[in-house]
């Protein structure tokens, strides 16, 4: 990482703004730097967090835990959701009371969304699914597959996706306020929306953050 030549004071207020989801040019407008900068040093944070997510060696989800797809992009004529065209395909796993694990996909084929699953999750737990067909697989698996089909019957208490789907409308909200991200760009704004859910509380974000960029950034 090359050092910034930003002084203290304005990389912890970048921090402080990034952490209260200013965007990087409203930040650099209230701290009159170079939007340039600001754009620059929010993209560092985003590589932090994406690379620490990847390093983390925390247990696999386990008890009761959903599983689903959705498709970020912008909103045009023709079809939607699965197969549609100009989307970005991603993958979710939520463990109910716990964290959510998200990760770009090809496609959501049984080939491609099986192995991830199987490296997530433990075995024996309970997974929650929609009635998409990348999830047959998992009827003959070592795990217990619980089915919803939105079209037929309401969720009740313990068969449903709610969270994960709850978490979907949170990162495509977060998102909307960008008007519009690169796609080359795209992970890390997921990696942070992953890293948001799973760390709410805003003084525990803005204190690992800034241990993350000691050594790192300044």
Not at 20 to 31: F, H, M
Not at 80 to 108: C, D, H, S, W, Y
């Amino acid at each position: 990482m090359v050092k910034s030549k930003l002084s203290n004071f304005k990389q912890n207020k970048l921090i402080e703004y990034f952490v209260i989801g200013v965007t990087a040019n409203t930040a650099a407008r209230v701290l009159r730097i170079n939007h340039k900068s600001a754009v620059y040093y929010f993209r560092r944070i985003r590589e932090l967090i994406a690379v620490n997510l990847a390093s983390s060696t925390e247990e696999l989800f386990s008890g009761e835990v959903e599983v689903d797809e959705s498709y970020f992009g912008s909103h045009r004529k023709g079809k939607r959701g699965r197969g549609a065209a100009a989307k970005t395909p991603v993958f979710g796993i939520l463990m109910r009371g716990g964290k959510v694990f998200t990760q770009v996909v090809m496609n959501a084929k049984s080939e491609t969304l099986l192995p991830i699953i199987n490296s997530k999750v433990r075995p024996d737990s309970i997974v929650y699914s929609d009635t998409w067909n990348g999830y047959n697989n998992l009827d003959v698996s070592d795990f217990r597959h619980m089915r919803i089909n939105h079209s037929e019957q309401f969720a009740d208490k313990q068969n449903h996706i709610n969270g994960i789907e709850n978490f979907w409308r949170q990162a495509k909200s977060q998102m909307r306020k960008f008007n519009g991200i690169p796609k080359g760009n795209f992970e890390l704004f997921l990696k942070e929306c992953e890293w948001r859910f799973n760390n709410r509380e805003i003084h525990s974000q803005f204190r690992q953050i800034k241990r993350w960029v000691k050594g790192h950034l300044k």
